[in-house]
């Protein structure tokens, strides 16, 4: 009898945590954005300043995520097929950008291209700037979000049976051939749920961005730097707003990534 | 070919990884030894560091105990349908798709001065917005799938066989749990536990909003480098920004360490 009183409390006690601090506060944004009725909504993500935020942070977050699946890709490979010195090394920095405050990202990021940095320099002497401006950006974006194609990669690689690829070469496929028909077919899934955690992330970032993007509005003003502006000028309506467009964009992505994900497991 | 792959590699690494490292530190040391003294020996840096330690210890705490419940939960009870169990699961993960300052946000209009409820503890006297509670849920939303995720594929794996063979020899739920399942998924926490602590420690954007970054009062170690940089002062920001990194660091080498004591069990 004790027994049962003590595992029925548990389990309330977690679900309602879980339910507080999880849903709860979802559903508020939602509810919230709504509080002035569906017309205030609207007149909010009207806004001309707001959309290009939105799409700027999209547009650029694409550019990241493409950059991210074509190094993620070669890293993921050179790391599980070939074996030299400092592969190991290698292989641990991966998760850097994971255990490293976003800010201090920023603030890397900030320093290395500011304009009396060596690329900085470099840059102006060709007629361009970075810092400040959208290449800076995608760089912050690119350094927070490398870890994901490269993990989501290997394991596929370790995976994969080695006999098809020989079949392949038996049956007098060249290296290129076979990497096309054969091996990236294998690796497609994972590029492509990790290519999408990426972009939802590079979406989401605000810390590293915040240092080094100028947050011009309409030119390098990206969402959630856009929210956080609204929430420091107390004007809650087009805060929320923008947040629930950006907030229902990545749960559109993240609930596809676990249905691809879990359509594989199901086959 | 081989050659010009592995190259290329490295030359990324380099790039993207190992240089910024570097040039922290070199940054920190900028003004020399005093340089870096100075920008650490700040009374708000000492605060500062001691805010972001006193969240990482109480989110860790909390978030582990949870987590590990949760997991269990998901995984093997019987009491919550196959259906629910599946949306809860898709739930979990919803921290990861909120920016940061969207978390932030959140708690600001369910629980700041204006609201309902933060009107009422506002009037006990328990300030959670602009304080250390609100930054601490801030930090608790933000890392909270972590260990869940980690301890979650352990537990399916293992199966229920050997925790159904100890409850039928007669053992009560507490110990079947310390003696049978904890000593399996014990590294999947141990990893989640450190990927927890280094985000709370790197947490950002939803303590900057929830805190309000008030000097001594609610700043934590990532908003004073983003004050610093705001006011210019690069050398001080590099001083706390490489205190952070080198914690990073130390995580990471922690990290890999339990990866591989994971892999054996």
């Known amino acids: 009898m004790h027994n049962r009183w003590w595992s029925w409390g548990f389990r309330s006690a977690v679900m309602l945590y879980f339910v507080l601090l999880i849903v709860f506060p979802i559903c508020g944004i939602y509810g919230q954005s709504l509080s002035a009725g569906w017309a205030a909504f609207f007149d909010n993500i009207s806004e001309p300043l707001a959309w290009n935020a939105v799409l700027l942070t999209v547009k ?53 291209l500011g304009p009396r940095s060596f690329v900085g320099e470099l840059a102006e002497r060709l007629g361009f700037t970075i810092l400040f401006h959208e290449p800076a950006i995608v760089i912050a974006m690119v350094f927070v979000t490398f870890p994901f194609v490269i993990r989501a990669v290997q394991p596929l690689l370790e995976e994969m049976d080695a006999s098809e690829e020989e079949a392949a070469y038996t049956l007098g496929a060249t290296k290129a051939k076979t990497f096309w028909r054969v091996v990236l077919p294998n690796m497609l899934p994972g590029i492509l749920s990790g290519a999408m955690l990426a972009f939802s992330r590079a979406l989401a970032e605000f810390g590293a961005v915040v240092l080094v993007a100028g947050n011009i509005p309409g030119k390098t003003l990206i969402a959630s730097v856009y929210i956080f502006g609204e929430i420091e000028s107390d004007n809650v309506g087009g805060a929320t707003a923008v947040s629930v467009l950006l907030l229902t964009l990545s749960l559109l992505i993240l609930w596809s990534v676990n249905y691809v994900q879990m359509r594989r497991k199901g086959v | 070919m081989r050659r010009l792959w592995i190259g290329c590699t490295v030359v990324v690494f380099t790039l993207l990884l190992i240089i910024p490292v570097v040039r922290i530190a070199m940054g920190a040391w900028n003004e020399g030894w005093s340089g870096f003294a100075g920008g650490m020996t700040r009374p708000e840096t000492g605060h500062a560091l001691f805010m972001t330690g006193l969240i990482v210890v109480i989110v860790t705490l909390i978030n582990t105990v949870f987590g590990v419940m949760l997991s269990l939960y998901l995984v093997r009870a019987t009491w919550l349908g196959r259906k629910l169990k599946q949306l809860l699961n898709s739930i979990v993960d919803l921290p990861f798709a909120v920016s940061p300052v969207i978390g932030g946000l959140m708690i600001v209009l369910l629980l700041g001065p204006d609201t309902a409820i933060g009107a009422l503890l506002g009037r006990a006297g328990v300030d959670i917005v602009y304080a250390l509670p609100g930054m601490v849920i801030a930090t608790l939303f933000v890392t909270f799938p972590l260990i869940v995720r ?18 039928t020899l007669g053992a009560s739920a507490w110990t079947t749990f310390w003696r049978v399942t904890w000593p399996s998924i014990r590294w999947s926490v141990v990893y989640g536990v450190v990927l927890t602590v280094a985000r709370a420690m790197g947490e950002f954007g939803a303590v900057l909003v929830v805190s309000g970054n008030i000097i001594n009062k609610t700043q934590t170690a990532t908003t004073l480098v983003y004050q610093d940089v705001e006011n210019f002062n690069l050398t001080a920001a590099n001083a706390v920004a490489l205190v952070l990194a080198a914690g990073s660091v130390a995580l990471l080498l922690f990290m890999e360490w339990a990866k591989s004591r994971k892999e054996v069990h």
Not at chain 1, 90 to 96: A, G
Not at chain 2, 150 to 167: D, H, N, T
């Open chain 1, 60 to 112: 650029l977050a694409v550019f990241a995520t493409i950059i991210n699946i074509l190094v993620g890709t070669m890293s993921a490979w050179v790391l599980i097929r070939y074996r030299f010195p400092g592969r190991r090394l290698l292989n641990s920095l991966v998760d850097l950008p994971f255990a490293l405050p976003t800010a201090v990202a920023g603030l890397m990021v900030l320093l290395l």
């Open chain 2, 150 to 167: 980690e301890v979650m594929p352990v537990l399916q794996e293992i199966g229920s066989s050997q925790e159904e063979a100890a409850a």
